[in-house]
């Protein structure tokens, strides 16, 4: 996995643009020094500028675009610039092997848990009212494209703030990890400077509901029975459905998908006494909310009827 470039570097894009356009071998020298520069700042290692502008210089990369520049065409270069500043990043981080603790992975959101933390619930280190899930079938960003699609298969995250999407445990006052020395391994395996640490790692056995409720037969039936009364893929084939032939009576069905839902959920509160808390996890979250992520939004209208509108 690549470092992408454009978490790094902001470069502005008339210049970029003009940069690609008139070829000129002086501009480009002059753009790579700044974007190096603004590189080093990101990862907190400026004094480093001469030591990584050696190294660049010596790229085999730099070396043939800073040779070919004037003689490729602008979408060339357009490529080329990018796949020169992901190069230049990863140089920049062989500098720096080691975590800052700079909390800007724990800014970007919360960790999944894999199959070994599950010791962090067992010990009470964390507990149910501070993990959700993500169910089976919720659309998220699957790609680097940021293409939306159905999760593969169920994960259990921390819960983030809010507001700003931050790791609940990240406090921002210090910046600092709140569990440090209970962080999961997800946390442990993260390394900047070496993303396929983490990718590597990726592939483990993930937690999910079940391995966390083990015995609990009341609880894994109430899972069993939200699953399959809200079974997302079904929510996620309807939407398709909607999006590619217009057809609205679908709504209808994805309305009593979300009723059930929300009886489920009164049924987990009042029956099982599970508190309000708790239920991100044991249910996911309410599909009144996954379905933003379609454009649709939940609305009563005057008589107090509930039906599915755009959400603007
Ligand atoms: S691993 Fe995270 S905390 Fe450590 S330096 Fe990288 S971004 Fe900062
Ligand atoms: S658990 Fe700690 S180290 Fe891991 S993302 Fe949250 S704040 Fe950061």
Known sequence: MKHNSAHF?????????????????KDFVDQVRQALRQILVKLQVESHYDRVTILVKR??????????WEQIGPSARRQKWYELMDRIIQIAY????????????????????????GDLLARG???????YTLRRGEPVRLNIEGK??????????????????????YTETQKSCAIYENRPSQCRFQQCWNPEALEEFWREQK??????????????????????QCNLEELHELFIHLHNTGDITVLNQALEILR?????????TTRLNRQEEELDFLLGRPLAEIIRAYGLKVERDQDGVYHLAEDR
Do not use: W
């Open 9 to 25: 570097i902001q470069l502005d894009p008339a210049l970029l643009q003009d940069l690609f356009q008139s070829g000129k071998r």
């Open 94 to 117: 062989s500098t720096r092997p080691y975590c800052l603790r700079c909390g800007a992975c724990c800014r970007l959101g919360s960790p999944s848990l894999h199959l070994r933390d």
């Open 59 to 68: 790229e085999p990369c730099y070396r043939a675009l800073n040779n070919t």
């Open 260 to 268: 059930k839902d929300v009886a489920i959920r009164n049924l987990a």
């Open 207 to 228: 937690l999910t509901r079940r391995d966390i409720l083990k015995n609990d037969q009341d609880l894994i039936e109430l899972v069993e029975l939200h699953d399959e």
């Open 125 to 131: 280190m964390i507990s149910i009212r501070q993990i």
């Open 148 to 169: 939306l699609g159905p999760l593969p298969s169920e994960l259990i995250k921390f819960k983030e703030d809010q507001e700003k999407g931050y790791c609940r445990f």
